[in-house]
């Protein structure tokens, strides 16, 4: 933001290439996402990794949640 970026690209802690980041949490996005708007920067949370079978409901879980907030996916790959 500091160098004119219009979006920032993060991660929470699961479904999240980049796992050993310190990502943003659920608790954390509220209020990150009131911050990016205020400043006229979109927030994108991403999940860029394979969901195992086993991991599905958990994922699911997160977009649910993602959803309630008004955050929906730009986009979506699923490859079975």
Avoid: Y
Avoid at 18 to 31: I, K, M, S, V
Avoid at 65 to 75: A, D, K, Q, T
Wanted: negative net charge; proline residues 5%.
């Amino acid at each position: 933001m500091a160098h004119g970026a219009d979006a920032i690209f993060f991660g929470l802690p699961r479904f999240n290439a980049r796992l050993r980041a310190d990502n943003f949490t659920e608790e954390d996005l509220p209020e990150l996402m009131k911050f990016l708007h205020r400043h006229g920067v979109k927030g994108f949370v991403t999940m860029n990794t394979l969901i195992f079978p086993g991991e599905i409901e958990d994922a699911a879980r997160q977009l649910l949640w993602l959803e309630s907030w008004g955050w929906m996916p730009s986009s979506c790959r699923i490859s079975v």
